[in-house]
């Protein structure tokens, strides 16, 4: 469970962010020279977040090229910011030196049409020469993101380009004591946010009406960022799992579940299911399974442990075809599912019977994810449940705590 509050105080070292954001920051550089890198371009936000720990507007995020950074060397980073946002950085993030804050060259995209060209060129000869002052010109350099605009101008440039976002995975996948604090503070909000959620929930309302109560209940809550998604869904919607919203009134005696898909608390994201029934009690079929989905869940998560595999894990659920009789593993991704957590809501390890048979990952010390189950009956209802734990060396550390032995009952009629 969390050790400390939210906010900073005097008396009590809580989350050292000045600890967290080195970390972070010499774990990406360290990566990056494993991986033989004279330089890393990063173009997505959580990779950004990740190495220079700054924050940009919301509709400035996931749309890469708007604002980017780079990583050379020993040297500390250099961001790129959109427009004239970089003054509010400097003034917010005295980290990162003020002359390595510059603005940004984006074509957004193409949309920019043919002025495009130009100002990938402009973004390319940006940085080249950043390369040639950190002492790193006609290294490798690491990209997290390219398109076609890039691959032109990159060629024109003769800069040699490489995977630069395996080395920012690898780097993201072990989470420092501070991080698994803020994961710690993640899963304490999700806990507040379902049993505000078993309070609300009626018979009559309207997913919709759910969804806002919980995005309001979670944007009152000092640190939070963004909510991505707050997944309610009723009856029918639950299997297969649509994972989405709509108008639809709930009934009486209906399954309903809600998923904080990456409520975001200082840039760490949440993933985290419960299943409730409202207005009556569950169906014994309903309870039977419930009691699968469960044992699928305990399985996996007992196979956790250090020095264990992805694969060892995706071993414990049954096939698509033993449990829902689907043709290949592809058709039920993300039914039975685990996926790393952190400043993305996809950091490694990602498990499933689709690749971790083949390919399996070594899990760690330090490794943050979520696992996840699910079963049904075809569009009539469906359950799905969802842990999130951090890997220690001895143990695995549950971080979401609202109950999950049965399905939740609110408000029966007795």
Not at 85 to 111: D, L
């Amino acid at each position: 469970m969390a050790n400390f509050g939210m906010v900073g105080v005097d008396w009590q070292e809580r989350i050292n962010w000045d600890r967290l954001r080195t970390y972070r920051l010499e774990r990406a550089r360290e990566r990056m020279k494993a991986h033989g890198l004279g330089a890393m371009l990063l173009m997505y936000d959580e990779n950004l977040r990740y190495v220079t720990s700054t924050l940009t507007p919301g509709w400035n995020r996931l749309k890469p090229g708007l604002r980017y950074g780079l990583l050379c060397g020993d040297a500390a980073p250099i961001l790129f910011e959109q427009g004239d946002i970089g003054a509010q950085i400097q003034r917010h993030s005295p980290w990162i030196p003020k002359e390595n804050v510059r603005w940004s060259y984006s074509w957004i995209k193409g949309a920019a049409g043919g002025a495009a060209t130009d100002q990938v060129r402009k973004f390319t000869k940006a940085i080249i020469e950043e390369m040639k002052r950190n002492g790193v010109a006609g290294e490798k350099l690491g990209v997290d993101f390219i398109d076609i605009n890039m691959l032109e101008a990159f060629k024109e440039a003769k800069l040699e380009w490489v995977d630069g976002m395996t080395p920012m995975m690898e780097a993201r996948a072990i989470k420092n004591v501070d991080e698994q604090e803020c994961m710690r503070i993640v899963g304490a909000i999700g806990d507040a946010a379902h049993w505000e959620t078993m309070k609300f929930l009626k018979p009559g309302l309207t997913e919709n009406q759910v969804t806002a109560h919980i995005m309001k209940f979670l944007y009152d809550i000092p640190g939070m960022e963004d909510v991505e998604d707050v997944i309610v869904s009723s009856g029918p919607n639950t299997w297969p799992n649509w994972r989405n919203f709509s108008d639809r009134i709930i009934l009486p005696g209906e399954i309903v579940f809600m998923d904080l898909a990456a409520l975001t608390w200082v840039g760490y994201k949440s993933c985290y299911y419960r299943t409730y029934c409202v207005g009556k009690n569950p169906t014994q079929e309903m309870k039977d399974y419930y009691a699968t989905a469960l044992e699928w869940l305990q399985d996996s998560i007992a196979a956790v442990k250090v020095g264990a595999t992805t694969r060892d894990i995706a071993l414990k659920w049954p096939s698509a075809k033993e449990a829902w009789g689907y043709e290949e593993e592809d058709q039920a991704a993300a039914n039975l599912w685990g996926h790393g957590l952190g400043l993305a809501q996809y950091d490694q390890p990602v498990i499933s019977r689709i690749w971790s048979l083949d390919h399996p990952v070594e899990i760690k010390a330090g490794m943050v994810f979520a696992l996840e189950t699910q079963h049904g009956k075809k569009f009539e209802w469906g359950v799905r449940i969802e842990e999130m734990l951090i890997v220690h060396e001895d143990r695995v550390e549950i971080i979401s705590n609202f109950p999950v032995d049965q399905i939740t009952v609110v408000d029966p009629i007795v």
